[in-house]
């Protein structure tokens, strides 16, 4: 602190440097965090695939936090952000949970004060208390927000500030750096190196053995430690001839050949 004010450089303009620092380019690794990985089994269950799962989670960081700053938050207008994805209570979601219990687009203020003209179609079947503490319920009203709504990703004011780097996330990306990522996308999976890309690096619990090159997307389970073939191919050792042959798809249930 002292060496600060000794080089007299403003506090402000290093707080600054700080804030923008923080928000560029600041969305952790997923698969160390297990509010991420969370974000991402919620958004699979909820039907979002490829590059969708990638940008929403990216955009559920911006919003929440994954999940983690939940709100309400309001707004200038005196609408709510809620949970996950700060699901909107004008447009998406009621206080009633009725559906006609939402506000017609520029109304916002009238429609704030006198609860009797709410009478528009809500975007969502849901209640904003149920935005709030229901991650499944709120990531199925952000799908809904997504098709419905003209605006596509920009709907969520987070990807207008984002976009660049939301689109262009990983959320797989690390994915077995602690494990998190395996059990909650892939129950009873382990982690290897790069094993199985189609599980980004988890493998069956069945097969726990990592392959080395030029194996490395292959595990094997450990009765059959050695690692083999162009196909899925595990050995009992590398004298034995009958091993054991398992697609990556269907490795729970190896086959012996003879
Ligand atoms: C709310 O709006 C309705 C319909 O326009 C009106 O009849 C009612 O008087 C309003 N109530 C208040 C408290 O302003
Ligand atoms: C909305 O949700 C309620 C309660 O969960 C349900 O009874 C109703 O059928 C739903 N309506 C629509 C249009 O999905």
Known sequence: MKMLANLNIPVRTVLLLIIVS???????????????????????????????????????????????RNGPKTNKDGSTDNGLFQVNSYLWCSASGQQNDCCCPRTYEKCRRNSTLRTCSCGCNISCSQALTNDASNTQCAKTVLSLSKQGYKAWAAYNSCAAECDSYDAWKGACSSG?????????????PKADPNKHGCCPSTHPVCCPAPYQDKCCPSEYPICCGTHYCCQRSSHDAPFIQATSKVAASPKILP
């Open 22 to 68: 923080s928000s560029i380019g600041s969305i952790p690794q997923c698969g160390s965090n297990p509010n991420c990985c969370r974000t991402v089994a919620t958004l699979r269950n909820a039907g979002f695939v490829g590059s969708q799962v990638n940008i929403m989670t990216a955009i559920a960081y911006y919003e929440s936090t994954w999940g983690t």
């Open 180 to 192: 998190n990522c395996c059990s909650a996308l892939f129950p009873d999976s382990v982690c290897c």
